[in-house]
């Protein structure tokens, strides 16, 4: 059975997160209704079908580098098998997605590990304007509902604003925070919070690193340091790095994911605004361009709209939709 019969099998029997199917209906119009329409235009397999199925991949956010590597993988299938329809190579190139997304990097486990005794620590990266801190308060609402004490440490003190607004959240979702100086060294936040999450028995550090665009070097280097910091004081603690990326600024976010990951260990992709984006191919772009699974996607504004990334569920609601809708 293909994917996607196997996805449509799937979500008939039990309807598909509506999260998902909702939070995706704008990448589902971009690309599966534009695959419908494609196979429908064109008879048979062809030059033109491969040209406009290039464009709709490239406009989906799917990333030039993947989507020629697709195309020339389907193109291969369909010399294999001259008989192959359009709607054939639709559903295969569907299974290719789901077989270069698993393929590309490790094994893929969403949520953060525990360890009785020990404290996770959590840095959060990612340029302004991503919804850093929101993905934060979301990720710290998740953990404390399933009865984790969660520290917070604001770290990103050169922004303006960026402390006080987490406080903000902190207080609203009475939950502990660590803030230092305005412009004081990212690192001594890290220190403090890190220090006070091994005396006070914390399960969760989340630390919100600095949010401004650097030079690699920069960027390396805090981050480093932050590393160092955390480690001396919790040097048995796990700790995961997640980038924070927004899905609406395309390439540019894919971009920022090569950056992040050639400065630190990225460990994990948060994708937040994707319910506003009709380029849902940006997922499948950042797993194959630095191999790190997204963990987290945001598909809406609500506390609980930040939830855990689900392949199938994703591909579901990308490709098939809610036939009940």
Avoid at 17 to 33: C, I, N, P, Q, T
Avoid at 59 to 71: H, K, P, Y
Avoid at 158 to 184: H, M, P, S, Y
Avoid at 254 to 275: C, H, L, N, R
Wanted: a negative charge.
């Amino acid at each position: 059975m293909g994917l996607f019969s196997y996805l449509k099998d799937k979500f008939s029997k039990k309807k598909g997160e509506e999260s998902y199917v909702k939070g995706l209906a704008r990448s589902r119009a971009a690309f599966s209704d534009r695959l419908a329409l494609l196979a429908k235009r064109h008879a048979k397999l062809g030059p033109d079908y491969f040209e406009e199925l290039e464009t709709i991949l490239i406009e989906s956010d799917v990333g030039v580098s993947l989507s020629l590597r697709l195309i020339d993988e389907l193109l291969e299938k369909s010399r294999q098998n001259p008989e192959m329809t359009p709607t054939e190579a639709n559903e295969e190139l569907i299974d290719m997605m789901f077989v270069s997304y698993v393929e590309k990097g490790g094994s893929i486990v969403n949520e953060l590990a525990f360890e009785p005794g020990k404290t996770t620590v959590l840095l959060m990266e990612g340029v302004n304007g991503v919804g850093k801190t929101t993905s934060i308060a979301k990720l710290a609402y998740r953990y404390k509902k399933q009865g984790k004490k969660i520290l917070l440490a604001a770290g990103d003190t050169f922004r303006a604003g960026a402390v006080e607004q987490l406080g903000i959240w902190a207080k609203r979702l009475d939950i502990e925070i660590v803030t230092g100086k305005a412009n004081a060294d990212p690192s001594s936040v890290a220190f403090d919070g890190a220090k006070k999450a091994r005396e006070g028995g914390y399960d969760l550090l989340i630390v919100d690193t600095a949010g401004r665009q650097q030079t690699k070097a920069n960027l390396m280097a805090e981050l480093g340091k932050m590393r160092r910091v955390i480690e001396k004081e919790l040097p048995s603690s796990p700790i995961e790095s997640f980038l924070v990326i927004d899905a609406t600024t395309g390439q540019n976010g894919v971009s920022q994911a090569k950056a992040f990951s050639e400065a630190s260990p990225v460990t994990g992709i948060v994708i937040t605004k994707m319910d506003g984006t009709s380029k849902g191919g940006i997922i499948l772009s950042i797993r194959d361009e630095i191999g790190a699974p997204v963990r987290f996607i945001g598909l809406g504004e609500k506390m609980e709209d930040l939830v855990e990334f689900d392949l199938d569920e994703y591909l579901h609601a990308l490709l098939v939709g809610d036939e009940h809708e």
